[in-house]
């Protein structure tokens, strides 16, 4: 045996050696330990990095949601063969709608900035013009965290020039502002760039259903909660969860997620305290679920060990300070950035259940759709029932 990553953890005045990772004849042991620590663990080739989208327990259902019926199948085919075509045009590049969100743009956390992109190609389509996709945050080029599927989204260098004119900024935009927007898309004639947050859900809802049907009547059948997902999957290839991963995880994962307010991230005199109803009934709540294997998230370090000190070690936790995108001007190397982001956000892909904790995050709701989750293993923590509204 060879022990691999060990750190001594201080508990009262005692310090516990944590070894990560015990290698036999290149065979990886689960840790029995509290704390998960995905972001130091090496594998050699059997953990895949890199990615911020792996598959999880229902995305076999994503066909079901975006794709039912053969006809909604050979539409979404349609729209990939006519980015693939455009690639090839110059005439028909030039009308690029480019979703841009860079470190000195206001775009919202990983969970807003997702809504946007996935916003940006649904406008894309109403207007018949091609996706390109400018993302780079905390000194990271985060397209190249994901897998692309049969379409290249990427800026050309003969296009750079529309990265930074003319910019088109719709953040945080009221949901009756949603009509002016596709009309925009629709009467830009030229390469545009676009700064946007807006929720992809709201065009999906009943009070939309005229201009869903105006301007996207193929895809009047996907459901407001998976309109994220099912951009994502046009776009992306979600990595394949690897044994040690799955291991790491353990079976029937539940995540409690936690969230924080987003000053708050990196507040270093940042109250716990005030944390302690919602942990508590998070906590509560997936006792009362008898919930098998539970993950707690949290923005702060500080709320993690609270959560594991209330629920006496019987909950676990990530290890690695999270980052908000958008409240934070690091620049941090490609592992610095992993460790920022990957580790929760892959977490709540591989969920089962999600309960929420406070205010329902962006983040977790990006990640459930992404996941194809049913809308109803999404639970407020307060009352331990569905956190959505069902949808017609």
């Not at 729209?79 to 841009?100: E, G, I, N, T, Y």
């Not at 370090?301 to 000190?309: D, I, N, P, R, Y």
Request: with cysteine; glycine share 6%; charged share 20%.
């Amino acid at each position: 045996y060879s022990a691999k990553m060990c750190s001594c953890r201080v508990r009262g005045n005692v310090c516990h050696f944590l070894c990560f990772v015990c290698l036999q004849h290149g065979l990886a042991a689960r840790p029995r330990i509290d704390t998960l620590g995905f972001d130091i663990i090496d594998t050699g080739n059997d953990l895949v990095r890199g990615a911020l989208w792996h598959a999880g327990p229902y995305s076999q259902d994503a066909e079901q949601h975006c794709q039912p019926e053969e006809h909604q199948k050979q539409n979404w085919a349609e729209a990939k063969r006519f980015h693939q075509q455009c690639r090839q045009d110059a005439s028909c590049m030039q009308k690029a709608l480019v979703w841009r969100c860079h470190d000195d743009d206001v775009c919202g956390g990983l969970g807003d900035e997702i809504k946007g992109l996935t916003f940006a190609l649904y406008v894309a389509f109403a207007a018949q013009r091609p996706l390109l996709v400018s993302w780079k945050k905390l000194g990271q080029d985060v397209l190249g965290f994901f897998k692309q599927d049969g379409i290249d989204v990427s800026v050309p260098p003969e296009l750079e020039w529309c990265v930074e004119s003319p910019i088109f900024h719709a953040v945080d935009k009221p949901v009756d502002s949603l009509q002016g927007l596709m009309e925009t898309a629709v009467s830009q004639s030229n390469c545009t760039a676009w700064v946007t947050n807006f929720n992809p859900d709201a065009l999906f809802k009943e009070t939309q259903r005229s201009l869903l049907s105006r301007h996207l009547p193929w895809l009047e059948h996907v459901r407001p909660f998976y309109a994220m997902g099912c951009a994502m999957w046009f776009l992306f290839k979600p990595a394949s969860p690897t044994q040690a991963l799955r291991e790491f995880l353990g079976d029937e994962l539940s995540v409690i997620h936690c969230r924080i307010e987003d000053s708050d991230f990196s507040d270093e005199h940042f109250d716990v305290s005030k944390n302690n109803q919602t942990v508590q009934e998070a906590l509560r709540c997936a006792q009362s679920r008898e919930l098998p294997n539970v993950l707690f998230l949290a923005g702060s370090e500080a709320v993690k060990q609270l959560a594991l000190e209330m629920s006496q070690h019987k909950v676990k936790i990530p290890q690695g300070t999270s980052q908000h995108l958008d409240h934070s001007s690091e620049h941090l190397s490609h592992l610095e950035f992993e460790k920022a982001l990957w580790n929760d956000f892959i977490a709540l892909q591989q969920a089962r259940y999600i309960i929420s904790a406070g205010r329902l995050s962006g983040f977790s709701l990006a990640a459930a759709s992404m996941s194809f989750l049913p809308a109803d293993h999404i639970l407020k923590a307060h009352s331990c029932k569905a956190a959505l509204a069902p949808e017609p």
